[in-house]
């Protein structure tokens, strides 16, 4: 079968499109963030679950629970930020991936990650959906990027940071590859094609679970030169982010025959539609190569660890969590969609466990749908068993 499937609503994407002017800089952004050391070398334990990376970062003398997410600028949830008390510096309004116009509180703390504090790091306090407040305090983005070059270890669960990248494992047998700086908020941007004769470049983006995120423009071009196979159509919502849950829609999942990262040999990709610009390289890379980003000089590493094919095995269905565990997206001709799971089908016993809103029921739905090749649903109207299938056939 051909089909994909995304936990929708269990992780909220809060990447930022924000756009801050370069002429005249706001005083937070040039101030901070920054350490008082010379040197850095730091290595923190991490968790992948899920599609996403979390690091445990002391804010306000405890630790909380950060997304480390490439895509985005560092963010915490607004009442957080009242509870450490910390004042806008700055206000901002900008638009979220889907769209939605947000407005947002700059203000600045100190993190200490690893062991190192990193001062007056600019912060974008927000509103979070209920999903995100359930699994983590806050962002951990790029503005910290050009500090030190950051490696990403997801076999050893750990995410290190040093200013002495030379002193790094995981680069001499690896890909070096260009890497891209616009500015604040120092977003990671590679070169990428999609065809032979179809090159652009993406955000590499650790807050979007998927392989590839394609731009409409980036599809159109691929598809002129002959760089699209199949096609899988789906009903309903890729996600949410900060103003909340993306409309119901008509998706698309397709198979980029020859994507290719800079000079790493193409091969077959598996794609989702995103609404806009720019395409994303997100972090299921991350399960077949260990990724180190130097901002400071301009290069990126991918180390493959493990082979496979690019494209993520799914039971083709999403989930949300507003008031009910419901179904928020169904890929056509997937097990889900066979087993009649339709948008908007109220999901109620998820592995024999009865299914809630609450933050443990979150969790708890986070961890069957990525885990194994299995699971059982039960919702209003029907019940069945689904099996995980790779995507597009082997």
């Known amino acids: 079968m051909i089909h994909h499937s995304v936990l929708v609503g269990t992780l909220c994407a809060l990447a930022s499109p924000f756009a801050v002017a370069a002429e005249p800089k706001p005083e937070w952004m040039s101030e901070g963030p920054y350490v008082d050391e010379s040197t850095l070398s730091l290595e923190l334990p991490m968790e992948y679950v899920a599609g996403k990376v979390f690091v445990e970062v002391e804010v306000g003398g405890a630790p909380r629970r950060f997304l480390f997410d490439t895509g985005s600028p560092s963010m915490m949830s607004r009442d957080l930020a009242a509870q450490l008390e910390l004042e806008a510096v700055d206000k901002r309004q900008g638009r979220d991936s889907h769209g939605a116009i947000v407005e947002t509180d700059i203000v600045q703390a100190d993190l200490t990650i690893g062991g190192t504090t990193f001062h007056k790091v600019p912060i974008f306090a927000a509103d979070f959906p209920h999903t995100a407040q359930c699994l983590f305090d806050g962002v951990l983005g790029s503005e910290l990027l050009p500090l030190c070059a950051w490696q990403i270890d997801v076999p050893d669960s750990v995410l290190r940071c040093s200013t002495e990248p030379a002193r790094l494992d995981h680069l001499g047998g690896a890909t070096k590859l260009p890497l891209h700086d616009f500015g604040y908020p120092?977003?990671?941007?590679?070169?990428?094609?999609?065809?032979?004769?179809?090159?652009?470049?993406?955000?590499?983006?650790?807050?979007?679970?998927?392989?590839?995120?394609?731009?409409?423009?980036?599809?159109?071009?691929?598809?002129?030169?002959?760089?699209?196979?199949?096609?899988?159509?789906?009903?309903?919502?890729?996600?949410?982010?900060?103003?909340?849950?993306?409309?119901?829609?008509?998706?698309?999942?397709?198979?980029?025959?020859?994507?290719?990262?800079?000079?790493?040999?193409?091969?077959?990709?598996?794609?989702?539609?995103?609404?806009?610009?720019?395409?994303?390289?997100?972090?299921?890379?991350?399960?077949?190569?260990?990724?180190?980003?130097?901002?400071?000089?301009?290069?990126?590493?991918?180390?493959?660890?493990?082979?496979?094919?690019?494209?993520?095995?799914?039971?083709?269905?999403?989930?949300?969590?507003?008031?009910?565990?419901?179904?928020?997206?169904?890929?056509?001709?997937?097990?889900?969609?066979?087993?009649?799971?339709?948008?908007?089908?109220?999901?109620?016993?998820?592995?024999?466990?009865?299914?809630?809103?609450?933050?443990?029921?979150?969790?708890?739905?986070?961890?069957?749908?990525?885990?194994?090749?299995?699971?059982?649903?039960?919702?209003?109207?029907?019940a069945a068993t689904l099996v995980r299938e790779q995507a597009f056939g082997d």
């Not at 196979?229 to 900060?242: A, E, F, I, K, M």
């Not at 993520?312 to 009910?324: A, T, W």
């Open 186 to 382: 120092h977003a990671p941007i590679l070169d990428v094609r999609f065809a032979s004769k179809a090159t652009s470049k993406a955000l590499f983006d650790t807050g979007s679970p998927e392989y590839v995120a394609i731009s409409p423009a980036d599809l159109q071009g691929a598809s002129r030169n002959r760089g699209v196979g199949r096609t899988v159509p789906g009903t309903g919502s890729l996600g949410g982010s900060l103003g909340g849950p993306a409309p119901d829609a008509e998706q698309r999942l397709v198979e980029l025959k020859s994507f290719g990262i800079g000079d790493m040999p193409p091969g077959r990709v598996g794609a989702v539609l995103r609404e806009s610009a720019p395409s994303l390289v997100g972090a299921a890379f991350l399960e077949h190569f260990v990724v180190t980003l130097d901002a400071k000089h301009s290069v990126a590493y991918f180390d493959r660890y493990r082979d496979g094919p690019l494209v993520r095995p799914s039971f083709g269905f999403g989930l949300s969590f507003e008031q009910d565990v419901a179904v928020s997206l169904v890929w056509d001709g997937s097990p889900a969609a066979e087993a009649g799971l339709r948008v908007g089908d109220r999901v109620t016993v998820i592995n024999g466990e009865p299914t809630e809103a609450s933050c443990d029921g979150i969790r708890s739905a986070m961890r069957a749908m990525s885990g194994g090749g299995t699971i059982e649903l039960e919702w209003e109207g029907g």
